[in-house]
């Protein structure tokens, strides 16, 4: 399995970026996708998921201000992220829920106060 993360950049607080993350080797349209981050020192977290079928989920910390989507057709899962915050700082993984050990090399999102 590969996953290869982008998207992410240094912004400003209020601001927004969008993730990509494309996968392969895997039947993407079958599988559910998330997307964790974790900030410094601390462990790493989930922040939303999308399922085959488009039923999603979200941290309550992001709940309204980021959005989970998937292009099926191009194997891909983003992660809209709007109104960031310096909470927000982390680097965010996508992450195929039925495959424990898989995971990229993430993408680093730093938002500045």
């Known amino acids: 399995v590969q996953l290869v993360e982008s998207g992410g950049g240094l912004v400003r607080a209020g601001g927004s970026l969008r993730l990509s993350c494309e996968v392969s080797?895997?039947?993407?349209?079958?599988?559910?996708m998330d997307w964790y981050r974790q900030a410094p020192g601390k462990q790493r977290e989930l922040v939303a998921g999308?399922?085959?079928?488009?039923?999603?989920n979200y941290a309550d910390s992001v709940q309204g201000r980021f959005t989970i989507s998937r292009d099926n057709a191009k194997n891909t899962v983003y992660l809209q992220m709007n109104s960031l915050n310096p909470e927000d700082t982390g680097v965010y993984f996508c992450?195929?829920?039925?495959?424990?050990?898989?995971w990229g090399q993430g993408t680093q999102v730093t938002v500045s106060s």
């Open positions: 999308i399922t085959g079928r488009l039923k999603t």
């Open positions: 992450h195929p829920r039925a495959l424990v050990d898989s």
């Open positions: 080797g895997i039947i993407f349209s079958i599988n559910t």
